[in-house]
Protein backbone atom coordinates (compact mmCIF):
# COMPACT_ATOMS: atom_id res chain seq x y z
CA UNK A 1 0.00 0.00 0.00
CA UNK A 2 0.92 3.90 0.46
CA UNK A 3 3.28 5.09 2.70
CA UNK A 4 5.13 7.71 3.67
CA UNK A 5 8.55 7.79 5.85
CA UNK A 6 9.75 11.35 7.45
CA UNK A 7 12.98 11.72 9.45
CA UNK A 8 12.07 11.61 13.41
CA UNK A 9 12.10 14.63 15.48
CA UNK A 10 12.35 16.77 17.19
CA UNK A 11 14.90 18.62 14.96
CA UNK A 12 16.58 21.37 17.09
CA UNK A 13 18.76 23.95 15.05
CA UNK A 14 20.21 27.18 15.89
CA UNK A 15 18.54 29.98 13.66
CA UNK A 16 20.35 30.86 9.96
CA UNK A 17 21.23 27.12 10.51
CA UNK A 18 20.36 24.74 6.96
CA UNK A 19 17.51 22.89 7.26
CA UNK A 20 16.17 19.64 5.53
CA UNK A 21 13.42 16.70 6.67
CA UNK A 22 13.73 14.07 4.72
CA UNK A 23 10.33 12.45 3.58
CA UNK A 24 10.34 8.90 1.30
CA UNK A 25 7.33 7.49 0.00
CA UNK A 26 5.73 5.07 -1.77
CA UNK A 27 2.61 5.26 -4.09
CA UNK A 28 1.32 3.43 -7.24
CA UNK A 29 2.04 6.33 -10.11
CA UNK A 30 3.13 9.34 -9.44
CA UNK A 31 1.10 11.48 -6.70
CA UNK A 32 1.26 14.95 -5.75
CA UNK A 33 3.24 16.15 -3.19
CA UNK A 34 2.77 18.51 -0.29
CA UNK A 35 4.69 19.51 2.36
CA UNK A 36 2.55 20.79 5.19
CA UNK A 37 3.46 22.90 8.39
CA UNK A 38 1.75 22.87 11.84
CA UNK A 39 2.58 26.36 14.13
CA UNK A 40 1.73 25.69 17.95
CA UNK A 41 -2.33 25.84 18.24
CA UNK A 42 -2.86 26.41 14.96
CA UNK A 43 -4.24 23.78 12.36
CA UNK A 44 -2.29 22.65 9.36
CA UNK A 45 -1.59 25.03 6.73
CA UNK A 46 -0.11 24.33 2.81
CA UNK A 47 3.69 24.87 2.82
CA UNK A 48 4.62 24.26 -0.94
CA UNK A 49 3.53 21.75 -3.38
CA UNK A 50 4.89 19.68 -5.81
CA UNK A 51 2.76 18.01 -8.64
CA UNK A 52 5.34 16.34 -11.32
CA UNK A 53 8.56 14.94 -11.60
CA UNK A 54 11.48 17.29 -11.15
CA UNK A 55 8.81 20.58 -10.46
CA UNK A 56 10.46 22.41 -7.25
CA UNK A 57 7.92 23.86 -4.37
CA UNK A 58 8.99 27.17 -2.85
CA UNK A 59 7.14 28.92 -0.02
CA UNK A 60 8.85 31.11 3.00
CA UNK A 61 12.28 30.65 1.80
CA UNK A 62 11.35 26.42 1.93
CA UNK A 63 11.90 24.69 -1.02
CA UNK A 64 11.27 20.99 -2.07
CA UNK A 65 12.14 19.00 -5.60
CA UNK A 66 9.77 16.00 -6.78
CA UNK A 67 12.58 13.46 -7.14
CA UNK A 68 10.62 10.33 -8.77
CA UNK A 69 13.54 8.20 -9.29
CA UNK A 70 14.56 8.12 -5.45
CA UNK A 71 10.58 9.11 -4.28
CA UNK A 72 11.42 11.84 -2.22
CA UNK A 73 10.32 15.00 -1.67
CA UNK A 74 13.04 16.29 1.16
CA UNK A 75 12.15 19.54 2.54
CA UNK A 76 14.98 22.69 2.95
CA UNK A 77 15.75 26.06 3.85
CA UNK A 78 19.22 27.64 3.75
CA UNK A 79 18.88 29.98 6.89
CA UNK A 80 16.15 28.95 9.67
CA UNK A 81 14.46 31.16 11.56
CA UNK A 82 12.93 30.88 15.54
CA UNK A 83 9.50 31.05 13.60
CA UNK A 84 9.93 28.49 11.69
CA UNK A 85 9.37 26.51 14.73
CA UNK A 86 6.33 24.21 13.91
CA UNK A 87 5.60 20.57 12.86
CA UNK A 88 5.91 19.68 9.35
CA UNK A 89 4.09 17.19 7.20
CA UNK A 90 5.07 15.19 4.20
CA UNK A 91 1.70 14.47 2.69
CA UNK A 92 1.82 12.41 -1.41
CA UNK A 93 -1.73 13.03 -2.44
CA UNK A 94 -2.56 10.47 -5.21
CA UNK A 95 -5.99 10.91 -6.37
CA UNK A 96 -8.77 10.89 -3.23
CA UNK A 97 -6.15 9.72 -1.43
CA UNK A 98 -4.02 11.82 1.18
CA UNK A 99 -1.09 9.97 3.32
CA UNK A 100 0.27 12.26 6.09
CA UNK A 101 3.84 11.74 7.31
CA UNK A 102 4.12 11.63 11.53
CA UNK A 103 5.22 14.93 11.50
CA UNK A 104 8.78 16.31 12.39
CA UNK A 105 8.36 18.81 15.15
CA UNK A 106 11.53 21.63 14.67
CA UNK A 107 12.61 23.91 17.16
CA UNK A 108 15.07 26.93 16.57
CA UNK A 109 16.52 28.70 19.09
CA UNK A 110 18.21 31.89 18.99
CA UNK B 1 -13.17 33.68 1.47
CA UNK B 2 -14.12 32.22 4.87
CA UNK B 3 -11.71 29.47 6.30
CA UNK B 4 -12.41 26.07 7.52
CA UNK B 5 -14.42 27.04 10.83
CA UNK B 6 -15.09 24.20 13.80
CA UNK B 7 -17.24 24.13 16.51
CA UNK B 8 -17.00 23.99 19.37
CA UNK B 9 -12.79 24.68 19.82
CA UNK B 10 -12.73 23.23 23.35
CA UNK B 11 -14.74 20.20 24.63
CA UNK B 12 -14.61 18.14 27.81
CA UNK B 13 -16.44 15.30 28.58
CA UNK B 14 -16.78 11.93 30.75
CA UNK B 15 -15.81 8.68 29.74
CA UNK B 16 -18.96 6.84 28.49
CA UNK B 17 -20.61 10.20 26.87
CA UNK B 18 -21.11 10.53 23.48
CA UNK B 19 -20.03 13.69 21.55
CA UNK B 20 -20.26 15.60 18.17
CA UNK B 21 -18.31 17.95 16.75
CA UNK B 22 -19.02 20.48 13.75
CA UNK B 23 -17.03 21.43 11.06
CA UNK B 24 -18.24 23.87 8.20
CA UNK B 25 -15.89 23.97 4.99
CA UNK B 26 -14.51 26.62 2.79
CA UNK B 27 -17.45 27.95 0.25
CA UNK B 28 -17.46 25.18 -3.16
CA UNK B 29 -15.24 22.45 -1.28
CA UNK B 30 -17.07 19.43 -1.52
CA UNK B 31 -14.46 17.22 0.58
CA UNK B 32 -14.22 17.34 4.17
CA UNK B 33 -11.87 15.27 6.08
CA UNK B 34 -11.58 14.49 9.89
CA UNK B 35 -8.28 13.40 11.32
CA UNK B 36 -7.56 12.67 15.05
CA UNK B 37 -4.33 14.06 16.19
CA UNK B 38 -2.49 13.25 19.51
CA UNK B 39 1.15 13.63 20.87
CA UNK B 40 1.75 9.75 20.98
CA UNK B 41 0.19 8.60 17.37
CA UNK B 42 0.61 12.03 15.25
CA UNK B 43 -2.16 13.04 13.09
CA UNK B 44 -4.40 10.14 12.03
CA UNK B 45 -6.99 9.72 9.16
CA UNK B 46 -10.92 9.07 10.50
CA UNK B 47 -13.00 9.53 7.27
CA UNK B 48 -13.55 11.66 3.90
CA UNK B 49 -17.07 12.45 2.93
CA UNK B 50 -17.69 13.84 -0.74
CA UNK B 51 -21.59 14.81 -1.66
CA UNK B 52 -22.63 13.55 1.18
CA UNK B 53 -21.16 9.73 1.14
CA UNK B 54 -18.36 8.69 2.98
CA UNK B 55 -15.56 8.00 0.08
CA UNK B 56 -12.63 7.35 2.43
CA UNK B 57 -12.62 5.63 5.90
CA UNK B 58 -9.38 5.48 8.30
CA UNK B 59 -8.71 2.53 10.61
CA UNK B 60 -11.25 3.55 13.86
CA UNK B 61 -13.40 1.38 15.55
CA UNK B 62 -16.80 2.36 14.46
CA UNK B 63 -17.47 4.45 17.63
CA UNK B 64 -16.44 7.01 14.96
CA UNK B 65 -18.85 7.99 12.81
CA UNK B 66 -19.28 10.77 10.56
CA UNK B 67 -22.11 12.38 7.87
CA UNK B 68 -22.17 15.10 5.69
CA UNK B 69 -24.58 17.29 4.97
CA UNK B 70 -25.85 18.88 1.49
CA UNK B 71 -24.40 22.10 1.86
CA UNK B 72 -21.18 20.28 2.44
CA UNK B 73 -20.82 20.82 6.33
CA UNK B 74 -20.03 17.74 8.45
CA UNK B 75 -20.16 16.15 11.77
CA UNK B 76 -18.60 14.08 13.65
CA UNK B 77 -19.88 11.80 16.32
CA UNK B 78 -17.85 9.94 19.07
CA UNK B 79 -20.11 7.32 20.97
CA UNK B 80 -18.80 6.01 24.23
CA UNK B 81 -16.28 8.02 24.71
CA UNK B 82 -12.97 7.08 26.12
CA UNK B 83 -10.23 8.12 27.87
CA UNK B 84 -8.14 7.75 24.84
CA UNK B 85 -10.37 9.60 22.45
CA UNK B 86 -8.68 12.84 24.24
CA UNK B 87 -7.05 14.61 20.98
CA UNK B 88 -7.23 17.56 19.10
CA UNK B 89 -9.94 16.51 16.36
CA UNK B 90 -9.09 18.71 12.67
CA UNK B 91 -11.47 19.12 9.97
CA UNK B 92 -10.29 19.99 6.27
CA UNK B 93 -12.05 20.82 3.28
CA UNK B 94 -10.90 20.64 -0.17
CA UNK B 95 -11.83 21.44 -3.84
CA UNK B 96 -12.87 18.11 -5.56
CA UNK B 97 -12.33 18.09 -9.71
CA UNK B 98 -15.98 16.99 -10.73
CA UNK B 99 -14.79 15.19 -13.68
CA UNK B 100 -11.52 13.92 -12.31
CA UNK B 101 -12.50 13.23 -8.72
CA UNK B 102 -8.67 14.60 -7.58
CA UNK B 103 -8.15 16.16 -4.35
CA UNK B 104 -6.12 19.41 -4.58
CA UNK B 105 -4.34 21.03 -1.19
CA UNK B 106 -6.46 20.43 1.87
CA UNK B 107 -7.45 23.55 4.12
CA UNK B 108 -7.32 22.92 7.76
CA UNK B 109 -9.45 24.30 10.61
CA UNK B 110 -8.02 25.36 14.15
CA UNK B 111 -9.56 21.68 15.22
CA UNK B 112 -11.87 20.90 18.46
CA UNK B 113 -9.68 19.72 21.51
CA UNK B 114 -11.50 16.96 23.28
CA UNK B 115 -10.56 16.14 26.82
CA UNK B 116 -12.42 12.95 28.29
CA UNK B 117 -12.14 12.61 31.83
Known amino acids: GNSVTQMEGPVTLSEEAFLTINCTYT??????LFWYVQYPGEGLQLLLKATKADDKGSNKGFEATYRKETTSFHLEKGSVQVSDSAVYFC?????????FGKGTRLHILP | KAGVTQTPRYLIKTRGQQVTLSCSPI?????VSWYQQTPGQGLQFLFE???????NKGNFPGRFSGRQFSNSRSEMNVSTLELGDSALYLCASSYVSMTSGVVNEQFFGPGTRLTVL
Open chain 2, 49 to 55: YFSETQR
Open chain 1, 91 to 99: APTRDDKII
Open chain 2, 27 to 31: SGHRS
Open chain 1, 27 to 32: ATGYPS
